[in-house]
């Protein structure tokens, strides 16, 4: 629900409130309002959950565990197992359909069971972020996590500069997304700060610093080269595709009013040449 509100409460205050200053200020504190009230509707559920957990009839009590443990199952085949088992079907050089599941549907699923489907916060030093769409397909969460800068205690959060960028891809993904039959995309980097992008060996340059680019792959649609002809094939303005050591794609997009160079590479262990059919 607050998804929904904020970018139409957005719109009203910048007909009404012109004052830049005053403006953001009035989107803060009724942003803090709407987060403030799902936080005790989220308390609310959670003492539901107690007296839930504690019924005397295995049916009241146990409908949620047993949906927990699957959901559990399901997220680990599709961040551990599923991966792993891609890999090791790989090594044979004969590719066997593997079962996958609809990580959109899962994940949803597993927040709304914990009381968290329509909003899902978290504090990085003093700066709040939710897990908003960025577009109707892609969360600003998914778009700037990181196991790496999570791991090392780096702030990965984005900028406001990079945020209209963030939106810039997102909306840019649906695109792919759509050429790729609506499958769902499992982004594995997103943004980048420059201490986090320093630390994984790329360049400065590197568009994921300023949340221009994702590396993804989309499992039901087929391989990464698979995806990369068809983006190379469509006209979707890319800045910049790689099929990088056929293990996944790394797109990125041009900067709001700069021209798609279209240009598309090929990084493996022999280097970088230029992508063709």
Same mark, same amino acid.
């Given at each position: 629900?607050?998804?929904?509100?904020?970018?139409?409460?957005?719109?009203?205050?910048?007909?009404?409130?012109?004052?830049?200053?005053?403006?953001?200020?009035?989107?803060?504190?009724?942003?803090?309002?709407?987060?403030?009230?799902?936080?005790?509707?989220?308390?609310?559920?959670?003492?539901?959950?107690?007296?839930?957990?504690?019924?005397?009839?295995?049916?009241?009590?146990?409908?949620?565990?047993?949906?927990?443990?699957?959901?559990?199952?399901?997220?680990?085949?599709?961040?551990?197992?599923?991966?792993?088992?891609?890999?090791?079907?790989?090594?044979?050089?004969?590719?066997?359909?593997?079962?996958?599941?609809?990580?959109?549907?899962?994940?949803?699923?597993?927040?709304?069971?914990?009381?968290?489907?329509?909003?899902?916060?978290?504090?990085?030093?003093?700066?709040?972020?939710?897990?908003?769409?960025?577009? &109707? /397909?892609?969360? @600003? *969460?998914?778009?700037?996590? $990181?196991?790496?800068?999570?791991?090392?205690? +780096?702030?990965?959060?984005?900028?406001?500069?990079?945020?209209?960028?963030?939106?810039?891809?997102?909306?840019?993904?649906?695109?792919?997304?759509?050429?790729?039959?609506?499958?769902?995309?499992?982004?594995?980097?997103?943004?980048?700060?420059?201490?986090?992008?320093?630390?994984?060996?790329?360049?400065?340059?590197?568009?994921?610093?300023?949340?221009?680019?994702?590396?993804?792959?989309?499992?039901?649609?087929?391989? &990464? /080269?698979?995806? @990369? *002809?068809?983006?190379?094939? $469509?006209?979707?303005?890319?800045?910049?595709? +790689?099929?990088?050591?056929?293990?996944?794609?790394?797109?990125?997009?041009?900067?709001?009013?700069?021209?798609?160079?279209?240009?598309?590479?090929?990084?493996?262990?022999?280097?970088?040449?230029?992508?063709?059919?």
């Amino acid at each position: 629900m607050i998804q929904a509100l904020l970018p139409l409460i957005g719109n009203v205050l910048d007909r009404v409130v012109p004052d830049k200053n005053a403006n953001q200020k009035a989107k803060r504190e009724i942003e803090k309002s709407l987060t403030d009230n799902a936080n005790k509707l989220l308390l609310a559920q959670t003492e539901i959950n107690k007296v839930e957990a504690a019924h005397r009839s295995l049916f009241v009590s146990g409908w949620r565990p047993m949906i927990g443990w699957s959901c559990a199952i399901g997220v680990f085949w599709l961040f551990v197992g599923h991966p792993f088992a891609v890999y090791l079907d790989g090594l044979d050089g004969v590719t066997t359909p593997i079962p996958t599941i609809d990580n959109e549907i899962l994940l949803e699923l597993t927040f709304a069971l914990l009381g968290m489907s329509g909003l899902r916060t978290y504090e990085k030093t003093k700066r709040h972020c939710y897990m908003i769409k960025a577009s &109707p /397909n892609f969360t @600003v *969460d998914e778009l700037t996590f $990181s196991e790496t800068a999570t791991r090392k205690d +780096i702030d990965n959060t984005p900028s406001d500069e990079v945020l209209d960028n963030l939106l810039i891809t997102a909306w840019s993904m649906e695109n792919v997304r759509e050429l790729l039959n609506n499958n769902p995309i499992l982004i594995s980097s997103g943004y980048r700060c420059l201490e986090l992008n320093t630390l994984l060996g790329s360049k400065p340059t590197s568009a994921h610093i300023k949340g221009l680019a994702v590396d993804f792959t989309c499992p039901k649609y087929g391989d &990464p /080269n698979d995806i @990369v *002809d068809a983006i190379f094939r $469509s006209d979707i303005l890319y800045d910049q595709i +790689i099929l990088e050591f056929d293990k996944w794609v790394h797109i990125a997009f041009p900067e709001n009013g700069k021209s798609a160079r279209k240009k598309a590479l090929i990084i493996n262990k022999k280097g970088t040449m230029i992508y063709s059919q």
